[in-house]
T-cell receptor, first 113, second 119 residues
Framework: DAKTTQPPSMDCAEGRAANLPCNHS???????VYWYRQIHSQGPQYIIH???NNETNEMASLIITEDRKSSTLILPHATLRDTAVYYC??????????????FGTGTRLTIIP | DGGITQSPKYLFRKEGQNVTLSCEQN?????MYWYRQDPGQGLRLIYY???????QKGDIAEGYSVSREKKESFPLTVTSAQKNPTAFYLC??????????????????FGQGTRLTVV
């Protein structure tokens, strides 16, 4: 799996949009971009994933650049409950020979009241 | 309710003792994973299993062992060979989603973790 780079921490005011960047400059054509978040002392929770098109669900939006070398997770109206560590990972899910699911250190997002 | 269950939530053991952490899922998932997390750190992969009776080492397998005799269960044993076993341990399982004969998603579901303290 390709390596990702995320800022170690970010702050965002409550009610504003939180934009979390992720660089994955060595991403290959078969690799999807996945986002998970981990609230303190709990297991990570899936948020969203995408290949090359922008995606939106009830939790967030995922914007992937045209060259796919970076992406941004957007939480449109951040609440205090969104304070967590956010992990961006890339994964080739077409490759059945390698099911490793590898996490980096993520971005610690703090929502400020 | 379907889900992935880790037990116990907190576990204390004396140094030099082996200890087994339980992970059970009733989601009918094929793949299961064990991760270790230290304070302020990300998740590091210990072992993973793609199918019953098969498992592979992750990035930090030394001092750990696993078994996968049943699809629902993937227990992790922390042996006395693990030099620094105190950590938060997370188990996960994942399901494949297919479309047009291609796999398009393999979302992982995590348990709530077991915090192991060795004294």
């Amino acid at each position: 799996d390709a390596k990702t780079t995320q800022p170690p921490s970010m702050d965002c005011a409550e009610g504003r949009a939180a934009n979390l960047p992720c660089n994955h400059s060595t991403i290959s054509g078969n690799e999807y971009v996945y986002w998970y978040r981990q609230i303190h002392s709990q297991g990570p929770q899936y948020i969203i994933h995408g290949l090359k098109n922008n995606e939106t669900n009830e939790m967030a939006s995922l914007i992937i650049t045209e060259d796919r070398k970076s992406s941004t997770l957007i939480l449109p109206h951040a609440t205090l409950r969104d304070t967590a560590v956010y992990y961006c990972i890339v994964r080739d899910i077409s490759n059945f020979g390698n099911e490793k699911l590898t996490f980096g250190t993520g971005t610690r997002l703090t929502i400020i009241p | 309710d379907g889900g992935i269950t880790q037990s116990p939530k907190y576990l204390f053991r004396k140094e030099g003792q082996n200890v087994t952490l339980s992970c059970e899922q009733n989601l009918n998932h094929d793949a299961m994973y064990w991760y270790r997390q230290d304070p302020g750190q990300g998740l590091r992969l210990i072992y993973y299993s793609q199918i019953v009776n098969d498992f592979q080492k992750g990035d930090i397998a030394e001092g750990y062992s696993v078994s996968r005799e049943k699809k629902e269960s993937f227990p992790l044993t922390v042996t006395s060979a693990q030099k620094n076993p105190t950590a938060f341990y997370l188990c996960a399982s994942s399901i494949d989603v297919w479309a047009d004969r291609a796999r398009v998603n393999t979302e992982a579901f995590f348990g709530q973790g077991t915090r192991l303290t060795v004294v």
